[in-house]
Structure formats: structure tokens, C-alpha cells
């Protein structure tokens, strides 16, 4: 039984992303949406059959296959910029088309099924902080989660200042602020986890995208949820918990639920497999 739940799992996932991936190849008449989707898939089935068997760093895995390959190839070779200004640059001109899929699928629609799993699975940002050696916060949330609707706010700006103002070839500018934007990304995210001993505190505090992702998670299929008889209250899961999340509370208004990032550390952790 336990045996065909690895198997299955994965292979559920592979065949999500599979529709995907034939459906926008089909409709878009484009054989690279075959391949993008079929390769995050694998990637993704790879690391939940990886969970499944209890690798420890399957979730690693994971990061490293999708984020490099969204950074790397996509970002830095084919020049799309993958970021929240390449999604309103593509929204403003009109195409749904590469980072306007990528948040359709990541960010806005796909939370409602798997809530926040592109930040524990996916992104190349976090990917690099996870490396830092502050794996669960030194102190209590600040209350700074303020500072992510004014980048949201800028990254807005700046883009819709650039057709306003009519600026040509915005299509090479958006690669060089894809470029700056990581730059920026990193040496905040890396200052932030050294100054609050938290690898994740440009997460909680800075990120724009978590505009986008806290709410649509707040109604997220997938949660994980706590058996409230096996549970001994030793509070085991809320020390080991990157985001603060109270994940003993079932309820969805639980204390910073829309910032679980399903990395399963609480599940892993429990002592009574009471999650
Ligand atoms: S909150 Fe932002 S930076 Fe952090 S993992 Fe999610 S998308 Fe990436
Ligand atoms: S670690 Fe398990 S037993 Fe301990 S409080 Fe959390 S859910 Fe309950
Ligand atoms: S430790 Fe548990 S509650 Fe916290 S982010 Fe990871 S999966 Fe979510």
C-alpha cells in the first residue's frame, strides 16, 4: 500500500503538469510549452517520489532542478524575464504568454490547488537563501510584512512608467531589470536572513509576489492538517517551522496559514505522525 502511494502520487503530479503542458501546446501552437511543462513535472514527481521514500533533501532536489532551470535557461539564455515585471510587461502588451503563464499557473491560479509550493519547491530566489544557515527563525515575526505591498507597488510603477512614457526597445530593458532584480533580490534576501536569523525573512517581509500568493493559499487544497488525538502538544512542529505557521490549528484563519510553503518540516518533525 505504502509502496503504491510513492509511485502514485508522483506519477498524479507528472500527469497534472502533462495536462498542462498539452493543453498550452496545442492551443499555442508552440512545441516549447510540450517541453517546459513536461520538464517542471518531472522535476516536481521526481522530488515528491524522493519525499515520499524520506530523502532528506529531495525538497533541495527539487529548488535546484526547477530554479536553475527558470534562472538559468529561461531568464538568462532565452532572455524572459520571469519576474513580476516581466508578468506586467506581458500583461500590458497583451500576450499570455511566458511569465504571464508562469504566475497564471505558479501564483495565481495554481495556489488554490498547492497553496504555496512554488516558495518551498520552485523559486530560485529562495533557493539560494535555504542555503544560509538560518534554517528556522532565531525570534518571533516582525511586523514588517507592511514592505511587500510597496514593492509590489514599485515593480507596478516601473513597468507601466516605461509605456506611459513610451520608452523604446522595453523588451532589452525588461532583460537587464530581470537581471538587476535577482541582484537586488539576493543581497536583500542574504542581508535580511544575516540580520534577522532567518533565511526566509525576505519572504515574509519584502517579496511582491506574496501579493499574489497569500491569498489565493488561503483557500488552498492541499494543507497540512493535524490529528488532533495523536497530537501531545510538544510543540515540536512550531520550532522547526521556517514561517511561523501555527499548523496544529485546522482552521484556515491559523495563525500565518497563507505562509506555509509545504516544505514539511513540521511533518517530518512530528514525533506522533500527528500531521
Ligand atoms: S516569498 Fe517570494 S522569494 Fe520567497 S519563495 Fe516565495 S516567491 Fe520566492
Ligand atoms: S510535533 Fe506533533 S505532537 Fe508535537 S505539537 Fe506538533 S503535531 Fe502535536
Ligand atoms: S514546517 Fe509545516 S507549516 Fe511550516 S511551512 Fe513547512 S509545511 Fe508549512
Known amino acids: 500500500m505504502r509502496r503504491s502511494k510513492t509511485l502514485l502520487v508522483p506519477i498524479l503530479i507528472l500527469l497534472v503538469f502533462e ?57 538568462l539564455i532565452c532572455g524572459e524575464n520571469m519576474q513580476l515585471e516581466g508578468f506586467w510587461y506581458y500583461l500590458f502588451t497583451g500576450v499570455f504568454e511566458a511569465a504571464t503563464i508562469h504566475y497564471a499557473v505558479a501564483k495565481i491560479f495554481g495556489p488554490l490547488l498547492f497553496g504555496r509550493g512554488w516558495c518551498g519547491y520552485a523559486c530560485w530566489t529562495a533557493m539560494l537563501l535555504d542555503f544560509l544557515p538560518f534554517k528556522t527563525p532565531a525570534g518571533p515575526r516582525k511586523k514588517l510584512g507592511w514592505i511587500r505591498y510597496i514593492t509590489f507597488a514599485a515593480s507596478l510603477v516601473f513597468v507601466a512608467a516605461l509605456f506611459l512614457a513610451k520608452v523604446g526597445n522595453i523588451e532589452r530593458i525588461m532583460f537587464w531589470a530581470f537581471i538587476a532584480g535577482n541582484v537586488l533580490y539576493y543581497g536583500t534576501g542574504i542581508i535580511l536572513a544575516f540580520v534577522f536569523k532567518d533565511n526566509r525573512a525576505f519572504c515574509k517581509y519584502i517579496c511582491p509576489v506574496t501579493v499574489f500568493l497569500k491569498p489565493m493559499s488561503y483557500f488552498s487544497l492541499i494543507r497540512v492538517k493535524c490529528d488532533r488525538d495523536k497530537c501531545v502538544n510538544c510543540g515540536k512542529c512550531k520550532r522547526v517551522c521556517p514561517m511561523d505557521v501555527d499548523m496544529t490549528d485546522n482552521s484556515r484563519r491559523r495563525k500565518n496559514g497563507t505562509e ?9 518533525n512530528c514525533p506522533k505522525d500527528a500531521l
Open 19 to 75: 495536462a498542462v503542458a498539452v493543453t498550452l501546446w496545442l492551443t499555442k501552437g508552440n512545441l516549447f510549452y510540450l517541453f517546459n511543462f513536461t520538464y517542471i513535472g518531472v522535476s516536481v514527481a521526481l522530488g515528491v517520489f524522493l519525499m515520499l521514500r524520506k530523502y532528506k533533501h529531495a525538497r533541495r532536489i527539487v529548488q535546484l532542478l526547477v530554479g536553475l532551470y527558470m534562472l538559468v535557461y529561461l531568464g
Open 260 to 268: 506555509c510553503i509545504l516544505c514539511m518540516e513540521c511533518v517530518k
